[in-house]
């Protein structure tokens, strides 16, 4: 019984050693290779949690600067944020942050550049429409009427279609094309929530255009 068993023994033991000797080294650099990947993953998963902690807190200097107004220091956050964590979503919050101190602060070509960034290179589609809004209104303000324009073409989806049509509104009514304006007014009252609260302001500038929206909702269709 004992050589039965021996037999068996020895002859899977050489089925094993011939299997192995087949396929040994696909298996071996098979298993390097997932080995490999794992590692890499980790190594990855860790080098973005350690961009996202740096990036976290050169955002807390942006948003103290830009708080208490120091334009300098927030000048340099905000560069040195754009350079080291283009791809984080604290990125474009700088941006928009930037933009909206250095506009206060009368400084419009860097708040016009801030915006820009924020709507070109924004991996986040609502910051990045949100940041196309302020560029053309900002646009419009410094009277860059053609560039307010291109800015505005570009697509929005339906929770800011509301909002781009009311600023393509005020670039119309800055061109004196006040019935224009007035369509681009009432398509965005009727695109915006009837419980949204800038659907007023909308209408405030309808009834100064002497226009009901209630009785023009088809007027841009």
């Known amino acids: 019984m004992s050589s039965n068993l021996d037999l068996e023994e020895q002859e899977q033991l050489d ?24 590692a890499g ?14 990036a976290a807190a050169l955002f807390d ?12 220091k927030l000048e340099r956050s905000w560069n040195d944020m754009k350079e080291r964590f283009p791809g984080t979503t604290y990125a474009a919050q700088s941006a928009l942050l930037a933009g909206r101190a250095f506009q206060q602060a009368e400084k419009p070509e860097v708040a016009l550049s801030a ?28 009277k860059a009427y053609d560039d307010a324009s291109k800015t505005l073409s570009k697509s929005f989806t339906a929770s800011y279609a509301g909002l781009a049509a009311d600023v393509q509104g005020d670039l119309l009514m800055a061109q004196n094309k006040s019935q224009e304006a007035a369509k681009s007014y009432v398509d965005a009252w ?20 002497g226009v009901d929206p209630e009785q023009n909702k088809g007027a841009s269709k």
């Open 15 to 38: 089925e094993l050693k011939h299997f192995w000797k087949q396929y040994g080294n696909a298996i071996t650099w098979l298993l390097v290779v997932v080995m490999g990947s794992y």
């Open 41 to 54: 993953w980790n190594g990855y998963q860790y080098w973005q949690t350690q961009q996202s902690t740096k």
């Open 61 to 72: 200097e942006v948003e103290r600067f830009a708080s208490v107004g120091d334009v300098a």
């Open 115 to 142: 915006l820009k960034w924020a709507s070109e290179s924004s991996s986040n589609e609502a910051i990045a429409q949100l940041a196309r809004l302020r560029l053309a209104n900002l646009q419009i303000h410094q």
């Open 190 to 209: 009727t695109k915006l929530e009837s419980n949204n609260e800038y659907r007023r302001l909308v209408a405030a500038k309808l009834n100064a255009l």
